[in-house]
């Protein structure tokens, strides 16, 4: 008789036996000296030469993404390639022999680059937009980093870090690539043919940048040098830009309370909107009592481009501890809404200023009494209207306060 978890089981196998046959096909490649071919986007080495040209005396760094493609031939070569590189935060530290990369920018931004990444592949598949051999996931690869001098092999600290990298079984890393950058070189003429395992970039200031690349592999555990080709961009995929939620998080911060202080219940979240990348960040937001959702979407450039508003009815079998679900009904049930008359949107306003604009326009809400000031004259009496009068003989403050307050109510 089956084992009802024999599914399962078969599962669990058919992953060991890719996992087990990933590693001796790496061990072999090894034995032989073999390495991956390294493909680098002109995007990318124009990104290290401008991050080394803020940071001369300094020590720097940027992490890469791109794609790791199979090539599952007897004798076959993967092809790693470096499609961008990402900046860390302000938090990075960069001293003249010291390097730390920032806070989790940039986690965030590689988190959003694979999530468009992701949804361009499910788009456009089998489509002129997405050639065969990209329809593989975005990748982490590795750091590069900037070193003093010429010293133009990873540290011994580089070393450890990298190996204590790919030990965590939480990474899922086979390898990783870690180009070391130094500068000051002279210009170098024509080019080689020789294998090297390094490029040359000139910089601004008339000397060359020297960008050596060198992989380390979790079986093998010392660093190889690799041999890196640049390619066009027009011959590679394209990385998204930045969604202004990941560049701006004090802007998306700032956002969020604003609406919750005005008393809106708030959710957001990536989605699609257009059936294009960017993605669009969403916020959905009810007041409580209210029978209607307000539907926000924000493009990547936000706040240089205008909000999108629409409204969806409150229903039944809503959960709001799930918001994609949520926001995907909601978006189902949408119409779209109409600026309020003579609304205009600039950078300096915010969600929560259009949310009531739209409610004065839709007579949910009254709009804001406007007092004007009235500048007297130096032999002008301002217009008496009771409010400054003394109390009458035998009547307290109190009662006269409360005589005023009736009357202003009647």
Not at 29 to 40: A, D, E, F, K, T
Not at 169 to 180: Q, S
Request: aromatic share 10%.
């Amino acid at each position: 008789m089956r084992s009802t978890n024999e599914p399962e089981f078969l599962k669990l196998m058919q992953m060991e036996f890719e996992h087990i046959r990933k590693r001796l096909r790496g061990m072999a490649m090894i034995s032989r000296g073999i390495v991956p071919n390294v493909v680098l986007s002109r995007r990318a080495v124009e990104r290290m030469v401008s991050a080394a040209s803020q940071y001369m005396a300094d020590e720097t760094g940027e992490a890469m993404v791109g794609f790791i493609i199979e090539d599952d031939t007897p004798e076959g070569l993967p092809t790693i390639y470096v499609l961008d590189t990402i900046s860390p935060d302000e938090t990075a530290v960069r001293r003249s022999h010291t390097f730390q990369q920032g806070d989790a920018l940039q986690d965030e931004i590689i988190w959003w680059l694979q999530e468009n990444w992701h949804f361009h592949r499910e788009r456009h598949r089998g489509s002129d937009a997405l050639p065969a051999r990209f329809d593989v996931p975005l990748r982490y690869l590795g750091d590069w980093h900037k070193q003093p001098g010429s010293m133009i092999q990873p540290s011994h600290g580089d070393h450890m870090t990298a190996l204590s990298w790919l030990d965590d079984e939480e990474t899922d890393m086979d390898f990783l690539l870690v180009p070391i950058v130094t500068v000051g070189y002279a210009p170098v003429l024509g080019e080689t043919e020789l294998p090297v395992n390094y490029i040359t970039l000139a910089m601004d200031n008339g000397t060359d940048m020297r960008v050596d690349w060198w992989y380390v592999h979790r079986d093998v555990r010392v660093f190889q040098p690799v041999h890196p080709k640049v390619a066009p961009d027009e011959q590679l995929p394209k990385m998204m830009k930045y969604g202004w939620h990941v560049v701006m998080p004090d802007r998306l911060t700032s956002e969020t309370h604003a609406m919750e202080d005005d008393g809106l219940l708030v959710r957001r979240l990536l989605y699609e909107c257009d059936g294009e990348v960017p993605l669009e960040f969403c916020f959905f937001a009810i007041r409580q009592g209210a029978s209607s959702f307000f539907l926000l979407v924000t493009q990547h450039d936000y706040p240089q481009s205008a909000p999108q508003a629409y409204q969806a009815p409150f229903v039944g079998d809503l959960n709001l501890m799930d918001p994609v679900a949520t926001f995907h009904r909601l978006w189902e049930l949408r119409e779209p809404l109409e600026d309020p008359p003579g609304w205009q949107w600039t950078a300096d306003k915010y969600l929560v200023d259009y949310v009531i604009a739209l409610e004065v326009a839709m007579g949910l809400r009254q709009p804001e009494v406007q007092r004007i000031p009235v500048i007297l004259g130096e032999d002008e009496a301002a217009p008496d209207d009771g409010r400054n009068a003394a109390p009458a003989e035998g009547v307290s403050e109190a009662e006269a306060a409360d005589e005023q307050a009736e009357e202003e109510a009647r």
